[in-house]
């Protein structure tokens, strides 16, 4: 039987199945099922846990071999079959399929896989799974509904968040769940039982002292000069691509040229920041940088961002050299138009 991770709980009160598949390529959430399956069947008398790694060199005999293995700490045990990646073969297919023929009563088997293609899907062991136990599908969680998946998750843990502050959110997080796991709780203990705004998310990420692109972008709004620098540095003995820097720089200049020319068009200025998700205190800062920039400047800025990509892309120059002129010129430092 196939289900959705949200119905696994309510699952779990029927009697045990023998055999329990999870597979998906969302990392977060097929830990949070497996610890969810784990926590009950352990609660239900089965105390034992051995864990098989399907590796190359892996004999699946072992699998039959665990199986019939008499205990002598606990009547009832969970064999978990890690996966991974791996494909199964004729061979393993078979002793699979002989497993759930003959089932052990008193031991459940619990098989993680990563997502599993369509071939896998029409195999006889995926179909004997479904026939015999539960298959768990993880699917990725889409970016029109990771606002309300943060929003949800935010409630199971007492928070409550202003819609900004989960837009902002989102936009840090690109669709990492575990990272937007450790945010909300990362926020949990900064603002247990207040409502978070879209400030308090920008201060907890800064308050981490972690040096990223959104505080070298943040630096260079902000005209700290020697920040800047320090930043830029880092970033590059940490090893960090210049195309990821390139991103954040270009698509902040893009914004400024957008606010500028909103403005002179006489659009207010939330819609801009909301059209170019500009949250919270940053609005202010962007306002202000589009003020004490002039459009040529701006204009030249991406176009040596545009040199830079050339430069990632091979040709002569060294493109973290030009990430640093564009960001010294972002944060007020006179350059030649040549630098």
Same mark, same amino acid.
């Given at each position: ?6 119905? *696994?709980?309510?699952?779990? !009160?029927?009697?045990?199945?023998? @055999? #329990? ?16 399956? $784990? ?12 864990? +098989?790694? @399907?590796?190359s060199g892996f004999k699946w005999e ?25 494909? *199964? ?18 031991? @459940? *088997? ?8 369509? !071939?896998?899907?029409? !195999? ?28 949800? $998750? ?13 837009? +902002?959110?989102?936009? $840090? ?17 900064? #603002?247990?039982?207040?409502?978070? &705004? @879209? ?11 972690? #040096?990223?692109?959104?505080?070298? &972008? ?16 880092? *970033? ?14 270009? $698509? ?5 040229i957008a606010l500028q020319s909103g ?7 939330? &819609? ?32 040596r961002c545009a040199d830079a990509d ?30």
């Open positions: 039987m196939k289900i959705k991770p949200e119905q *696994l709980a309510s699952k779990l !009160s029927q009697q045990p199945a023998p @055999v #329990y598949l999870v597979t998906g390529d969302e990392t977060l959430l097929i830990e949070e099922s497996c610890d969810l399956l $784990r926590q009950h069947l352990h609660s239900i008398g089965f105390s034992e846990r051995e864990t +098989l790694h @399907v590796e072992y699998l039959l071999e665990c199986a019939n293995a008499l205990s002598l700490f606990a009547e009832q045990k969970i064999i978990e079959l890690r996966l991974g990646s791996q494909k *199964l073969n004729k061979q393993s297919s078979e002793i699979l399929r002989e497993y759930l023929q003959r089932p052990a009563e008193d031991n @459940v *088997l619990l098989i993680i896989a990563n997502k599993l293609d369509a !071939s896998a899907k029409k !195999s006889a062991w995926f179909k004997a799974i479904d026939q015999q136990g539960i298959i768990v599908e993880i699917w990725p969680i889409d970016l029109q509904q990771l606002p309300n998946w943060i929003n949800q $998750r935010a409630r199971q843990i007492g928070l409550t968040l202003e819609n900004d502050a989960i837009q +902002l959110l989102c936009e $840090r997080i690109e669709g990492n769940l575990l990272a937007a796991k450790q945010e909300l709780d990362k926020l949990n203990l900064l #603002y247990a039982g207040q409502n978070v &705004t @879209v400030d308090m998310v920008m201060d907890s990420v800064s308050d981490s002292s972690r #040096y990223d692109i959104y505080g070298l &972008t943040e630096a260079a709004i902000l005209q700290q000069v020697p920040r800047c620098t320090k930043i830029i540095d880092v *970033l590059r003995q940490e090893g960090t691509e210049a195309s990821v820097a390139l991103w954040a720089i270009a $698509r902040d200049v893009r914004s400024l403005l002179q068009k006489g659009t207010p200025f939330d &819609t801009l920041c909301q059209r170019e998700r500009i949250w919270g205190n940053r609005k202010n800062q962007m306002r202000n940088a589009a003020q004490r920039l002039s459009n040529d400047q701006l204009s030249l800025m991406l176009n050339a430069q990632i892309k091979g040709e002569p120059g060294d493109a973290w050299l030009t990430l640093t002129g564009i960001i010294l010129q972002l944060a007020g430092v006179e350059l030649s138009l040549e630098y």
